[in-house]
T-cell receptor, first 110, second 114 residues
Framework: RKEVEQDPGPFNVPEGATVAFNCTYS??????FFWYRQDCRKEPKLLMS???SGNEDGRFTAQLNRASQYISLLIRDSKLSDSATYLC???????????FGKGTRLHILP | ETGVTQSPTHLIKTRGQQVTLRCSSQ?????VSWYQQALGQGPQFIFQ???????GRGNFPPRFSGLQFPNYSSELNVNALELDDSALYLC?????????????FGDGTRLSIL
């Protein structure tokens, strides 16, 4: 099992739809979780941290389920500008520290 | 606030050569992490430097080495370059090497090995 696995993409959804991404991780001792977005040929940028109680930032909601070892990202009322690759990131308290998922590409269709 | 800057932006080398990539951390950040991102993949963690010492390392061979300077800037050195080393190399800075601190990335250096 890969250390961090994300939904295979791409997701093609119409503008205004709700999109959900899932990410599973294998190390139960993982400590911190993040979602990043990466536009084509650009650097990853932090979208949001993921807290145990779940957190929301405008149209974006992140959830963490430690028992099942997955995190999720929900995008409501999707915009054309949401088109990007979404990367799940897990920080663990060991030498290989920071693990990125492969990413899920999202295309919002007009 | 000055963001993370990397140099050069693009580089072409041949097999067997050596390369040095440079990174200046965001102002106020004392931790630098380096990543390799191949096309269509997520970034792979190479290593992290905190207070001029290596503070974690991913699954990369010893020919990948690094340094951090007192001003928190950093270098990534790769010896004996191989074709598979062709990738985008990303530097990210953060605070105190703590796992709950998010990474702030530079634009990357695109390295091509011929």
């Amino acid at each position: 099992r890969k250390e961090v696995e994300q939904d295979p993409g791409p997701f093609n959804v119409p503008e205004g739809a709700t999109v959900a991404f899932n990410c599973t991780y294998s190390n139960s001792a993982s400590q911190s979780f993040f979602w990043y977005r990466q536009d084509c040929r650009k650097e990853p940028k932090l979208l949001m941290s993921v807290y145990s109680s779940g957190n929301e930032d405008g149209r974006f909601t992140a959830q963490l389920n430690r028992a099942s070892q997955y995190i999720s990202l929900l995008i409501r009322d999707s915009k054309l500008s949401d088109s990007a690759t979404y990367l799940c990131v897990v920080n663990q308290n060991r030498d290989d520290k920071i693990i990125f998922g492969k990413g899920t590409r999202l295309h919002i269709l007009p | 606030e000055t963001g993370v800057t990397q140099s050069p932006t693009h580089l072409i080398k041949t097999r067997g050569q050596q390369v040095t990539l440079r990174c200046s951390s965001q102002s106020g950040h004392n931790t630098v992490s380096w990543y390799q991102q191949a096309l269509g993949q997520g970034p792979q963690f190479i290593f992290q430097y905190y207070r001029e010492e290596e503070n974690g390392r991913g699954n990369f061979p010893p020919r990948f080495s690094g340094l951090q300077f007192p001003n928190y800037s950093s270098e990534l050195n790769v010896n004996a370059l191989e074709l598979d080393d062709s990738a985008l190399y990303l530097c990210a800075s953060s605070l105190d090497g703590l796992p709950d601190q998010p990474q702030h990335f530079g634009d990357g250096t695109r390295l091509s090995i011929l």
